[in-house]
């Protein structure tokens, strides 16, 4: 089936340390992005990707870092860099170019730093 | 600006009619959206509204806008304990060609 994949579902982190989330979509989209979901802040724009070998940051990039490397895979660097790092990330796809602009949402990976 | 502003919450009984409501700033917005989140879950795509339509109906689901003042609302017919989520409105960006998000509104629905 095709659709967008994010690993690891739950992840604990230390202080300090650099952490990478997983997203893989099949669907063959052009687009990726990276949101982040805090409660009562909706969705935060991270970065995102409009074709491979390249991408621009969003309205939150600092703290962060992505690749584009392959078309179908967009991950996310979490640094040390980033000061409150504990929340729900979601990664994103759509057709480029696409005049609905639906994203298609995977599952989403829920980072906490101890 | 870039900003979405939506209530946080509303209850509703089952059965009843539940409408939320989003303002938007950006006037140049061609598209605008409703995405549901359900618990520990991505968004889905529930319905979107092109700027020159004032209402588009799908099932249950019936969008209005007001583009004037900016106005977009969910109304979501004979509201079932399934449609408990939060519901996010967002506003494509023709700059940069991105969405951008309210808050959500969670809805309850109680039986």
């Known amino acids: 089936d095709g659709g967008i994949t994010q690993s690891p579902k739950y992840l604990f982190r230390k202080e300090g340390q650099n952490v990478t989330l997983s997203c893989e979509q099949n669907l063959n989209h052009d687009a990726m992005y990276w949101y982040r979901q805090d409660p009562g802040q909706g969705l935060r724009l991270i970065y995102y990707?409009?074709?491979?070998?390249?991408?621009q940051k969003g309205d939150i990039a600092e703290g962060y870092s992505v690749s584009r490397e392959k078309k179908e895979s967009f991950p996310l660097t979490v640094t040390s860099a980033q000061k409150n790092p504990t929340a729900f990330y979601l990664c994103?796809?759509?057709?480029?170019?696409?005049?609905?602009?639906?994203?298609?949402f995977g599952e989403g990976s829920r980072l906490t730093v101890l | 600006g870039e900003d979405v502003e939506q209530s946080l919450f509303l209850s509703v009984r089952e059965g009843d009619s539940s409408v939320i409501n989003c303002t938007y700033t950006d006037s140049s917005s061609t598209y605008l959206y409703w995405y549901k989140q359900e618990p520990g879950a991505g968004l889905q795509l529930l319905t979107y509204?092109?700027?020159?339509?004032d209402m588009k109906q799908d099932q249950r689901l019936t969008v209005l806008l007001n583009k004037k003042d900016k106005h977009l609302s969910l109304r979501i017919a004979d509201t079932q304990t399934g449609d408990s989520a939060i519901y996010f409105c967002?506003?494509?960006?023709?700059?940069?060609?991105?969405?951008?998000f309210g808050a959500g509104t969670i809805l309850r629905v109680k039986s």
């Open positions: 509204i092109f700027s020159n339509m």
């Open positions: 967002a506003e494509h960006m023709e700059y940069g060609n991105k969405l951008v």
């Open positions: 990707s409009q074709i491979v070998n390249d991408f």
């Open positions: 994103a796809s759509s057709i480029k170019g696409g005049n609905t602009g639906e994203l298609f």
